[in-house]
């Protein structure tokens, strides 16, 4: 008795919307590195230079090139590539993994020296340098839970591609997973020359 | 009273499943705005019952029923749940559920399993919020704002509430996200923006309050949560952290949030109004775009709970100012719902003594908003009884007038019974009275000096305090009445047609109760406006 109901444009706008409410949640964070940056310009420069550039560039370009594989997965679908496009997924999701091993071996020198958040060693070095690395640790894990979620997505739209359920007139949902991982990519490309780059 | 049964079940017979989890799977609007119902009824029963336990302490000096830490964990469940679990989805997500997509025309919200994704986001946050009462470290202490450093240091289950909470907001923001996708995507045909019900914009306001500022809450919460677990100093002045910020970053979601309460309250009052003057509602266009006002300006006031915090003066001059301007299309609206009112053929029936209410409390609450909004005053009234009294006016006298005014308008077409006029009549009236007596009394013992939260207070307070439990009483026994004549109604009540109140929104043109997909085989299109009263005849009763 259920009446068909497909509504593409009404989901993508739905899923615009819930992109917002991420935005905002984390703009609580910026707000906050925002304020403490005024208040400890010098310290907050200090505690970036302690940061390992080289672990954020790889970063970056893994994230950026993740962005364009999920794109191209997009592309490929709508020509009816199924194979082509289940690559692309894998691979977004293969590097979407090299991000969070990269970013466990980053914070793993870190806290191998001591930094971390509520240890006597950051104790030491300021209340600037503190506020910065409990921010960094605390927007760049509230990122990798993101990369989490939007890895599991890509997973989980990969196999009903497989299985025939997401195909070629019907792909609004790997097209909001795709935006998701955008915005994830998206919230990186503020972090990364906040914390490493600018100061 | 009769015994006669239903002709048609409508929603409540045809499903796909039958039995319990017909309704724990269902993604029918109608199934999910009653479970929604439901639980929040109950919530306000249990709340309410510390509400009357916190008025009974007050009512002498001293300890008289509960000690100092014992009343500071009631104060705060009280708030917690009354705020997170009943205002905040109370008429959003339980009338919202059911009344939205027919008023629009519509067979379903535009995600009916998001819709219910949300219900179970809702359940979760109750119970991580009630077992925070019964586990851990002891009931939370610390108010329902969880203000730093306390919130932090506390021994009390804090942790578990505030994960709650975060529940609580993620499935207020998800239906806030269906309810706009719904609204845009699925208004039937002729249903153009101008004739969408005044209930249909507040809520179209209010949900894009849900999706802006409830992430906001969601990482003020879970910073707690990290603050509590890795102790950062997030918030510690001492180690780079600020717990001002603390309270910026809560208000900035929970002072929009306050609007998340009474704007479909508004609506509702909008509804019934010129439904029961026979009128169309005046300024339509004036009404609507205060509403989306309200929320735009609601969202830029939030510092002034914060005059006593040590901002800066300039910023207490600006906020001050924003929010004067709030006052603006709030007044808007009361001089609307008069102005229905003026020459109307006025029916005094149950949902309509409720609107009246309505407006007499939230115009003394709204003035009292504006006492405490101009910092003079509020350097005074800051952290008094006063502050405590305004907002019972205002999410009380308001939003609780609202919903009990919903209750008594659509639970008729959503069960099909009608309840008994006269007893709910006196329940309004012992409401209504009881609500006044116990909230003008704990204003002006604040206007005196006495200070919230405290459960101990000076002898020369006392009098005013008695008169305020017994207030409450009163409250009590009204409420008590008044739900159960409503249950006995949905129960054993007279049939009802599919128009018993000579309304002309859409969701009067389907049976009560409507069945399942709402509009039959052919979609519905609408050809006059939501208060065009031309030809509409109530069904007899």
């Known amino acids: ?199 | 009273m009769t015994n006669t049964t239903l002709k048609s079940t409508g929603f409540y017979s045809e499903s796909p499943r039958s039995g319990i989890l017909g309704w724990l799977l269902s993604t029918d609007h109608k199934r999910i705005g009653i479970l929604y119902l439901g639980c929040i009824v109950a919530m306000f029963l249990v709340a309410m019952c510390l509400g009357l336990a916190l008025r009974l302490e007050l009512i002498a000096p001293g300890p008289t029923i509960m000690g100092p830490q014992t009343y500071n964990a009631t104060f705060t469940v009280h708030g917690i749940i009354m705020i997170f679990l009943f205002i905040i989805p109370s008429i959003p997500a339980a009338f919202g559920n059911l009344v939205l997509p027919i008023q629009l025309g519509a067979r379903d919200v535009s995600f009916p399993k998001l819709n219910l994704v949300s219900w179970y986001c809702y359940i979760i946050g109750a119970i991580l919020a009630i077992s925070a009462v019964f586990s851990g470290g002891g009931a939370p202490d610390t108010g329902w704002t969880f203000y730093v450093p306390f919130s932090t240091q506390t021994t009390t289950n804090v942790n578990l509430a505030v994960t709650g909470a975060l529940m609580l907001g993620f499935s207020s923001m998800l239906t806030g996200i269906n309810f706009v996708t719904t609204i845009h995507r699925l208004r039937a045909e002729g249903m153009g923006w101008g004739r969408l019900p005044m209930f249909v914009w507040t809520l179209y306001s209010t949900a894009w309050i849900q999706i802006l500022a409830t992430p906001m809450l969601g990482i003020t919460l879970i910073l707690i949560v990290l603050e509590r677990v890795f102790g950062a100093g997030l918030f510690d002045a001492a180690r780079g952290g600020d717990p001002i910020l603390y309270q910026h970053l809560f208000w900035i979601y929970s002072h929009p949030a306050v609007y998340i309460m009474i704007l479909p309250g508004m609506g509702v009052i909008s509804e019934i109004i010129p439904t029961f003057s026979r009128k169309p509602l005046f300024g339509y266009w004036a009404m609507a775009v205060s509403s989306l006002t309200i929320a735009f300006a609601g969202s830029l006031v939030w510092a002034h709970h914060m005059y006593a915090s040590g901002m800066s003066d300039f910023a207490i001059l600006i906020f001050s100012f924003l929010t004067f301007i709030v006052a603006i299309p709030s007044a808007i609206k009361i001089f609307n719902w008069v102005s229905t009112l003026y020459k109307g053929s006025i029916q005094l029936a149950p949902p309509m003594l409720h609107s009246l209410a309505f407006i007499f409390n939230f115009a003394i609450g709204g003035l009292g908003g504006l006492a405490l909004g101009a910092a003079a005053s509020d350097i005074h009234l800051h952290d008094t009884t006063f502050v405590v009294g305004h907002f019972h006016y205002t999410m009380f006298g308001g939003t609780g007038f609202a919903f009990f005014a919903a209750l008594h308008y659509w639970l008729p077409k959503f069960t099909g019974r009608m309840y008994n006029h006269k007893i709910a009549v006196i329940s309004w009236a012992l409401v209504f009275v009881g609500f006044n007596v116990t909230y003008m009394a704990m204003q002006a013992v604040g206007v005196q000096g006495m200070p919230r939260r405290y459960y101990d207070y000076l002898p020369e307070f006392q009098t005013l305090n008695v008169v305020s439990t017994v207030g409450s009483w009163v409250l009590a026994v009204g409420l008590i009445i008044m739900f159960v004549n409503l249950w006995n109604g949905i129960r054993r009540g007279g049939l009802v047609g599919q128009n018993p109140w000579g309304s002309a929104t859409l969701e009067w043109t389907v049976p009560s109760p409507p069945p399942m997909e709402n509009f039959g085989e052919e979609d519905p299109i609408v050809t006059k406006g939501p208060y065009n009263y031309k030809g509409v005849v109530a069904d007899e009763y």
Not at chain 1, 6 to 30: K, P, Q
Not at chain 1, 130 to 137: G, P
Not at chain 1, 149 to 175: C, F
């Open chain 1, 1 to 199: 008795m259920s009446i068909e109901h497909r509504d593409d444009t009404g989901a993508r706008f739905g899923m615009w919307l819930f992109l917002y409410t991420e935005v905002i949640l984390f703009s609580g964070l910026f707000i906050l590195y925002a304020v403490a940056l005024a208040k400890y310009p010098d310290q907050f420069a200090e505690a970036s230079h302690k940061l390992n550039i080289y672990f954020g560039t790889i970063n970056t370009i893994v994230l950026l090139t993740s962005s364009l594989t999920i794109a191209l997965a997009i592309t490929a679908i709508q020509r009816n590539k199924i194979k082509q496009t289940l690559t692309l997924c894998i691979i977004t999701i293969v590097l979407a993994v090299v991000f969070l091993i990269n970013k466990y071996f980053e914070w793993a020198a870190e806290i191998g020296h001591g930094i971390y958040p509520g240890s006597d060693y950051l104790a030491e070095l300021g209340p600037g340098i503190t506020a910065f690395f409990n921010l960094y640790y605390f927007t760049a894990g509230l990122h990798g839970v993101h990369i989490l979620i939007g890895g599991t997505l890509i997973a989980v739209v990969a196999a009903m591609i497989a299985k025939g359920k997401v195909t070629s007139d019907r792909y609004t949902l790997l097209e909001n997973s795709a935006l998701y991982w955008h915005l994830v990519d998206l919230v990186w490309i503020f972090l990364f020359p906040l914390y490493y780059l600018i100061l």
